[in-house]
């Protein structure tokens, strides 16, 4: 079925008093962006996740906004304002402590989201200036009805294009027109379907949740990066655990990353659970952990059965081992070398912080590797799903307060001084001309 072939019925309008959407949740810099594009004759909508969010009382982590003025007409209304993309012009208008997108309406597929140091995706559409659209047209090309809502700053409106008011009230998650065309357009589609399930305590759709099912292998054809960006997304969130719950359960997973799911299905399964149930409860907290360090939590299992030997890490051919654990996904999911580095160093770092530490300069040598918080990080989190190098962790973390208030570290245990008669004679100097 072609996207002009989908049945449209009238847009449904809520007025003021038919829905729960105030000024007072939206954020000033949104606003302020909303009002000033309305004011120049433009229209102005605050879009996308939004709009669903704040009829379901939660709190957006963003403000979207959609717009029938040009790119180059929105860079000119603010001077805070650049334009980021090559292929569909996005305007990122900066403020101190935000960033509003502002997006033109369009009319063709929804380009799959890429930030600005993520390589182009290959399925992404072409975009030409006569793909901008109406707001209308805007709301037929997204991908789930629940994501398609406008909420109108001129009259305070929410209009429904596409069934999403009945959708967010039915606890249902849709794709917008044929699932199985537009799982083809963006497959990375398919693993929101099931974040968005789990986020918001929705179900899938009978012929979304189908396609879904029957269409994992196309994830294959998606930009490595962009799979990467999702996958730490879902990570940072407190509903990691339903997230990679769905992600199995439907197939995705060992598209997404097989080691991992080869690790769920493994003796290792039950401390990853336990590791991002914990980051879970980081994230709830308001404490989420790094990128680097979500990503380590996922290797951590792997890299304990490769290392562990005899109640402990083995030291010999760590550093081959750590390669061995992060290579392969590091290259399966794109990350750029820094990232790579800091995960290679993190696991190297962590096999010192479960032991205390053994020397003063140790401590110092490892404070200053880049890997050390995202070790302290993962060896936190292991503690805390292990019960155990609970005073290991504290003897280091002593010593490293320590070094950041410019005092020499304590340790506690040193190493035990050598004996009288185990002392090391000194060799005498050779005099000059004998």
Same mark, same amino acid.
């Given at each position: ?13 809520l ?6 959407i ?14 000033? *594009? ?5 229209? #102005? ?5 939004? !709009? &669903?969010?704040? *009829?379901l ?5 963003d ?11 929105i860079?000119?209304?603010?001077h ?13 208008v900066r ?17 799959? $989201?890429l ?6 995706? !290959?399925?992404?559409?072409?975009? +030409?200036?006569e ?6 047209e805007?709301?037929w090309? &997204?991908?789930?009805t ?6 109108n700053?001129?009259?305070?409106t929410? /209009? ?12 249902v ?9 537009r799982f083809? +357009?963006?497959?990375v ?5 099931v974040?968005? #399930?789990?986020?918001l305590?929705?179900?899938?759709e009978p ?10 292998a196309?994830?294959?054809?998606a930009a490595?990066a ?16 339903? !997230? @990679? =719950?769905g992600?199995? $359960?439907?197939? @995705? ?10 690790t ?5 399964? #039950?401390?990853?659970?336990? @590791?991002?149930a914990h #980051? ?11 990128d680097?360090? %979500?990503?380590g939590a ?10 562990? $030997?005899n109640?402990? /890490? ?28 800091? *995960?290679?160093?993190? %696991?190297? %770092? ?6 205390p ?13 880049e890997?050390?918080?995202v070790?302290?990080q993962?060896a ?9 190098h609970?005073?290991?962790?504290a ?7 320590? !070094? ?19 002392? =090391?004679?000194? =060799?005498?100097?050779r =005099?000059?001309?004998?």
């Amino acid at each position: 079925m072609s996207e002009q072939a989908i049945p449209r019925a009238r847009a449904r309008i809520l007025a003021r008093p038919e829905h729960s959407i105030s000024r007072s949740l939206i954020s000033e810099p949104a606003l302020r962006v909303l009002y000033r *594009l309305q004011r120049s004759g433009f229209t #102005a909508y605050l879009v996308g996740g939004a !709009v &669903r969010d704040l *009829l379901l009382g939660r709190t957006p982590k963003d403000f979207d906004v959609g717009t029938n003025a040009r790119p180059q007409q929105i860079r000119r209304l603010f001077h805070n304002c650049r334009l980021i993309g090559r292929r569909f012009r996005l305007a990122h208008v900066r403020f101190a402590d935000e960033i509003v997108e502002v997006a033109t309406f369009r009319r063709s597929p929804e380009a799959p $989201e890429l930030h600005e140091d993520l390589p182009e995706d !290959v399925l992404a559409p072409v975009f +030409e200036a006569e793909e901008y659209g109406t707001p209308e047209e805007d709301a037929w090309r &997204r991908d789930f009805t629940i994501n398609a809502l406008f909420y109108n700053i001129a009259d305070f409106t929410v /209009i429904d294009y596409v069934g999403g008011i009945e959708d967010l009230q039915g606890g249902v998650v849709r794709s917008i027109g044929p699932p199985t065309v537009r799982f083809a +357009e963006d497959p990375v589609r398919m693993m929101r379907a099931v974040e968005y #399930a789990a986020r918001l305590g929705f179900e899938i759709e009978p012929e979304t949740l189908a396609a879904l099912r029957a269409m994992p292998a196309e994830l294959r054809r998606a930009a490595p990066a962009r799979i990467a960006y999702e996958l730490v997304e879902s990570l940072h969130g407190p509903h990691v655990l339903e !997230v @990679l =719950r769905g992600w199995e $359960e439907h197939g @995705l997973l060992p598209e997404i990353l097989p080691e991992i799911a080869a690790t769920l299905a493994g003796q290792r399964g #039950a401390l990853l659970w336990d @590791l991002l149930a914990h #980051a879970a409860v980081a994230a709830r907290q308001g404490a989420p952990l790094s990128d680097e360090a %979500l990503v380590g939590a996922l290797l951590l299992p792997s890299f304990l059965d490769a290392a562990w $030997e005899n109640g402990g /890490i083995r030291r010999h051919d760590l550093e081959a081992t750590v390669r061995e654990v992060v290579d392969p996904p590091a290259t399966r999911l794109s990350l750029s070398n820094h990232r790579a580095h800091i *995960l290679r160093s993190a %696991l190297f %770092l962590l096999s010192r912080l479960l032991t205390p530490p053994p020397s003063a300069k140790i401590v110092v040598r490892s404070l200053r590797q880049e890997g050390f918080p995202v070790a302290r990080q993962l060896a936190g989190l292991l503690s805390l799903a292990t019960g155990q190098h609970g005073q290991a962790l504290a003897l280091w973390d002593e010593a490293a307060s320590r !070094v950041e208030q410019g005092l020499p570290p304590v340790v506690v245990s040193p190493q035990p001084a050598p004996s009288a008669g185990q002392r =090391r004679r000194r =060799r005498r100097r050779r =005099r000059e001309g004998t």
